[in-house]
């Protein structure tokens, strides 16, 4: 029997459900399983109702369930919000202690007094969730030795006392769980092998990519759900010897950024799309000084402040569009953290390739979703700098050297200044090859024809759309991002429907990879798009790139992650699959 | 690479042609701008002017060293960002009062507090000269600009905003006296950590009040005054609000604080660019997800 369990914990903010989900998954990560997590949140730091989500199962998975075989209702709100959620045969864990809750309609139903247990057990009520969370997988009976060991991972740096505390309450509320569990609840999960496999956010793939690239130089200025990526890179920044600059502003830290870039170093920033929007001037400042810089647009639910803490894709036709002015960029939209880690990588060399801004677009669900992923493979791993004078030119060229010269490719030699003698001039006025402001016309146009050449060697570079085909597919399901997972895994569900379905899905979007994108849709069936935004920003691109206008859209933005089940349901209602 | 014998002011004969107004104070700026670099024996590769945009910004393009143009306000972080990873640059932001005190507002409290081992050029004409003549925040109050036809409404003293940051060293020069503008500016590069240096810029097209000859009649050297220390912030701040009948030129404050390159860890390491990073030094992060 395939595995795909999923497990919902509930709680207020500040009882660290996202905790509980970590330790979780984590657990089940050591038992060869392939876990996708992800969390549910509230803009504030205590109280309202939070949730987590982990999802477990025997192949890989990159989407959430919108069903749950376990709650772990942490609070009382939980019980009566998810109730509903829980599959038949499913069970209840409620541990909200004395604040008592309705919880009449579980299939099945444990009563854990999680607090009591925690005392009793030696530790203190902070161990409560510990307790509960050991009480979830005695309730599967699965392999105990293994969340001691998660434990250990957790709490290790406070100490081997505490690690102790919580691997004591962990058994007490393990042990307790089989003891009192439910007479109906018959799921039960065996670890096996571990895989060696890795589990860890979005962001903090973006972050390992970035190291693995070599960045030399971050600012930025918090901005959720961004603040992890900066948040990482500063806690290794002198292991690294990596500056991370906690800039006054976003429109410091692009400034910063590009200085940086401009003398030499792999640099980027990292924000949200209200920070984005400040940058956008800076933006434009990359594309005419030609300066390689990365630029991680973590989208959510907007505009304006919005929903500061939940996903949307609204940001995909201003990524493209973004700063003033004519310039070439990159958007690449990683869809998980493997991708998350692929993307930053080529991020940072498409950047040096091609003295432009790249844009790195994930969302809230990409970003602070949890994934499986085996170890990233570093020797893969290639650093392509981009064109530089030779040592030999770039010194005795010194004040002739012609920072912007004229090139094919649109691609002008570069110089460290400062460590050579080249005189590099820089200059976000239109320039000469020299570098020095200009305005004559005829410099003007070769200028600008000079930058959008560059947008021809990027073309190159980007990676079509990945397509599953099936013969004679009715439909064609389209997406980007964090949509891919959900969008596949609704693929699978109406195949098993009896429809035939091809799949498309984008991970980097411009220069839109608009020839590949025609031959594909030429030979499929209806075309479905699918997007986290109300006015179908990818259905609008491929119809401008490539004039076919899309049969279907799926439009969620309600501020909650896509899912197989909402696709699914929006098709059966809409359009009558 | 060996530093040439002797710089001269012939290695900063300007790269490209000049589009400031005749008589502009901006030429006695770069006149002592250049002086400072050649008492210095700074060569022109060692230097990195970083400006924004409006007259002031141009002046990197007149003379001869490595430059970063950027955008109108934002020098001073565009400045950190190269000397973070470069600390074998001598940087040095040129700005205009518009660009520092008004566009790049924050920038100059922030960069004043984290330090940075930067030297700051304000051109302070007290107008906005390349835009054409409208108030910047150090107009003098009551004077009237197309753009302020009630007469201008700030009368920003941004010099105690530097002693109010803690800038760790702040002084005044007068672009008719390149002379004593040369050393001040040459004071403050050698100076660990960032350096303002305000220049009193007489604009002869938009600003027909604060003249060569209004300035000459109110400008004196602090130094020569009795008691004067400028290692006393109390007076720095009496000194930093004078304006008047008397304007004070010379160093204002000075003090040594812990540079935002020390606190980076940077200070007196190998300039950062020259590393060469290594993408399997990311291994050892793995347990941590493990
Ligand atoms: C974002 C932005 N806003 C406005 C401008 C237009 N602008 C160019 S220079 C300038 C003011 C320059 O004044 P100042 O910094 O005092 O320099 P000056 O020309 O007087 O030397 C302005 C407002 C701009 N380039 N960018
Ligand atoms: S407008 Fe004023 S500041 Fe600008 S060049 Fe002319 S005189 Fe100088």
Same mark, same amino acid.
């Given at each position: 029997m395939a595995v795909d369990l999923n497990i919902l914990i509930g709680g207020e903010a500040g009882q660290g459900v996202v905790s509980v989900g970590a330790v979780l998954g984590r657990a089940m990560v050591r038992g060869g399983y392939e876990v996708f997590a992800d969390q549910d949140f509230e803009s504030?730091?205590? #109280?309202g109702h939070s949730f987590a989500r982990v999802r477990v199962c025997d192949r890989p998975v990159d989407a959430s369930r919108e069903t749950a075989d376990l709650v772990l209702a942490l609070n009382a709100e939980t019980v009566s919000l998810?109730? #509903?959620?829980?599959?038949?045969g499913g069970a209840l864990i409620h541990s909200a202690g004395r604040n008592g809750a309705v919880s009449e309609g579980a299939p099945n139903r444990l009563d854990i007094p999680v607090h009591d247990i925690a005392i009793d057990a030696g530790g203190s009520p902070k161990m409560a969730n510990t307790v509960a969370t050991a009480a979830a997988l005695g309730l599967l009976e699965y392999d105990f030795d293994i969340l001691a060991g998660v434990l250990e991972h957790q709490y290790g740096r406070h100490g081997s006392a505490v690690v102790e505390a919580n691997v004591k309450a962990a058994r007490a509320g393990y042990d307790y769980a089989r003891k009192h569990c439910p007479a109906g609840f018959k799921m039960r999960l065996k670890a096996g092998r571990p895989s060696g496999k890795l589990l860890l956010t979005g962001n903090e793939a973006v972050a390992l990519g970035a190291l693995a690239a070599g960045v030399g130089f971050v600012a930025g200025y918090p901005m959720t759900p961004s603040t992890p990526i900066l948040e990482y890179l500063a806690g290794k920044g002198r292991d690294f010897s990596l500056p991370v600059i906690q800039a006054e502003d976003e429109i410091a830290a692009i400034n910063m950024a590009v200085g940086a870039g401009y003398a030499g170093a792999r640099a980027m920033t990292a924000t949200s799309g209200g920070g984005f929007s400040l940058m956008t001037e800076g933006l434009a400042l990359a594309g005419m000084t030609e300066t390689p810089v990365v630029i991680v647009l973590g989208q959510r639910a907007g505009p304006a402040t919005g929903l500061p803490t939940r996903t949307e894709q609204g940001e995909l036709l201003y990524a493209i569009h973004a700063g003033h002015g004519e310039f070439p960029r990159a958007v690449l939209a990683p869809g998980n953290a493997q991708e998350g880690f692929r993307a930053t990588v080529k991020a940072f060399n498409l950047a040096e390739k091609f003295q432009t801004p790249v844009i790195v677009a994930t969302d809230h669900q990409m970003a602070d979703s949890y994934y499986t992923v085996a170890?990233?493979?570093?020797?893969?791993v290639t650093l392509e700098r981009g064109e530089w004078l030779c040592d030999q030119d770039a010194d005795s060229q010194g004040a002739d050297y012609k920072r912007y010269a004229f090139t094919d490719s649109g691609i002008s030699p570069r110089a460290l200044p400062g460590i050579h003698r080249a005189l590099v001039s820089a200059d976000s006025d239109e320039h000469s090859e020299a570098g020095h402001i200009i305005e004559d016309a005829a410099t003007r146009r070769r200028m600008v024809e000079k930058r959008l050449r560059k947008q021809v060697g990027l073309a190159g570079e980007i990676a079509p759309p990945l397509s599953a085909r099936v013969e004679g597919a009715d439909y064609t399901l389209i997406s980007w991002g964090s949509g891919n997972g959900p969008a596949m895994e609704a693929s699978g569900m109406l195949t098993g429907r009896g429809h035939r379905i091809n799949t498309l899905r984008f991970t980097e979007l411009w220069p839109f990879p608009a020839e590949r994108v025609r031959q594909e849709l030429e030979k499929s069936g209806k075309s479905i798009v699918i997007e986290s935004n109300a006015t179908g920003q990818l259905a609008r691109l491929i119809r401008a790139e490539t004039g076919i206008q899309a049969d279907i859209r799926v439009n969620r933005y309600d501020g909650r992650p896509l899912s197989a089940e909402y696709i699914v349901a929006q098709l059966e209602q809409e359009a009558g699959l | 690479m060996k530093d040439k014998a002797k710089v001269t002011l012939?290695?900063?004969?300007?790269a490209s042609e000049n589009a400031w107004c005749p008589g502009c104070g901006n030429f006695g700026i770069l006149k002592a701008v250049n002086q400072a670099l050649v008492a210095l024996e700074l060569e022109p590769h060692r230097v990195l002017m970083v400006s924004g945009i409006g007259q002031a910004a141009k002046l990197p393009h007149y003379t001869r060293c490595n430059i970063f143009n950027g955008l109108h306000g934002r020098p001073l972080p565009a400045a950190i960002g190269a000397k973070t990873v470069n600390n074998a640059l001598t940087v040095i932001a040129e700005s205009g009062d518009g660009d520092a005190y008004g566009e790049g507002g924050n920038h100059f409290i922030h960069t004043m507090n984290r330090n940075p081992d930067i030297t700051c050029l304000v051109h302070n004409n007290q107008v906005y000269g390349l835009t054409k003549g409208q108030a910047s925040p150090t107009t003098d109050l009551g004077f009237t600009t197309k753009l302020n036809p009630e007469g201008a409404w700030t009368a920003l003293h941004p010099l105690a905003l530097a002693v109010a940051a803690d800038c760790s060293f702040i002084a005044r020069g007068f672009a008719g006296d390149p002379d004593y503008l040369a050393g001040l500016i040459a004071e403050a590069v050698r100076h660990p950590g960032f350096a303002l240096v305000e220049v009193l810029q007489p604009?002869?097209?938009?600003? @027909?009040?604060?003249t060569f000859q209004w300035y000459q009649e109110r400008v004196y050297k602090v130094e020569e005054e009795e008691g004067y220390d400028p290692g006393d912030r109390a007076m720095a701040f009496a000194l930093a609000l004078e304006w008047g009948t008397r304007i004070p030129i010379g160093v204002i404050y000075r003090r040594e604080r812990e540079t935002f390159d020390e606190y980076l860890g940077t200070a007196g390491r190998e300039p950062l660019v020259t590393a060469a990073p290594d993408p *399997? *030094?990311? @291994?050892?992060?793995?347990a941590e997800f493990a």
């Open positions: 504030r730091i205590r #109280g998810h109730l #509903g959620e829980i599959t038949p170890p990233f493979d570093l020797e893969a | 012939d290695d900063f004969t300007p604009c002869v097209s938009f600003n @027909k009040k604060n *399997r *030094r990311v @291994k050892e992060l793995f």
